[in-house]
């Protein structure tokens, strides 16, 4: 069980005794049950309404199995973020695991703030904020590209057969065979570290681009792409469409 569901577990506790400590406290509403038909139906209510909250909640959050969903299907930022935090105490990745967390939580500030910034130099329906936003956007699906990437590794990243390989702890098998597993799961381990690599690159430039717009006292939306950042931008959305094509 993750440490978020035990404490969302705790928290269904609180709220529960939390609610029969208010109606059943006689220094708060104090209801009784046997005193009056009312008080009664109350109290019996809220007594089996809490037994069924915390039963769902203890099925929902330690026995019910997560509903798993393909790299290709994921749409959203929380999406992102909860298929990586399964493989956060997975042996060999955890640093690049919490890294890839920190990246997506600096690309959504960075988005925000390019924003921010955006509205208040342009009108959103000026030609120059499009193409701002324009460029925002296709960086940032090559950002969730990256990260695509290494959870398509995490996917098929063995743990144990990682354990078993670094460590050589199987003695049946041959020292060449043994090497040539170690660089399988190194192999496995450079492009993780790889897309984290081009994604501190995207990072970099988001705030590149930051700069340039508000080191900016006004400009025509034919003079953007002269802008050395935009222009490097524009280089790495071109290259990887190529390499994808």
Not at 2 to 17: E, P, Q
Not at 192 to 216: A, G, T
Request: proline share 1%; charged share 25%; with cysteine.
């Amino acid at each position: 069980m993750s440490s978020t569901n035990i404490i969302k577990l705790i928290g269904l506790m609180l709220i529960v005794a939390a609610v029969n400590i208010l109606v059943f406290s006689p220094g708060f509403i104090g209801v009784q049950i046997g005193t009056s038909a009312l008080s009664t139906a109350t109290g019996v209510t809220l007594l089996f309404a809490s037994v069924w909250a915390l039963g769902y909640g203890i099925y929902h959050l330690l026995f019910k199995k997560p509903v798993m969903i393909s790299v290709k299907e994921m749409i959203t930022y929380e999406d992102y973020v909860e298929n990586l935090n399964r493989y956060r105490h997975v042996k060999g990745v955890e640093s690049d695991i919490r890294l890839a967390l920190e990246q997506m939580e600096r690309i959504q500030k960075r988005k925000s703030t390019l924003l921010h910034v955006l509205k208040q130099r342009f009108e959103e329906t000026e030609l120059s904020f499009k193409k701002f936003a324009s460029v925002s956007q296709e960086v940032e699906k090559l950002f969730y590209q990256n990260i695509r990437n290494i959870l398509n590794i995490l996917s098929v990243f063995d743990e144990s057969e990682f354990e078993r390989v670094i460590h050589r702890k199987s003695s049946s098998i041959s020292t060449e065979l043994l090497q040539k597993k170690a660089k399988v799961y190194n192999d496995y381990l450079s492009s993780m570290k790889s897309s984290l690599s081009n994604n501190e690159e995207i990072l970099l430039k988001f705030d590149q681009l930051l700069l340039e717009i508000s080191s900016l006292d006004n400009i025509e939306p034919g003079d953007i792409e002269q802008l050395s950042c935009m222009q490097e931008l524009d280089a790495l959305i071109k290259q990887t469409k190529y390499y994808k094509s």
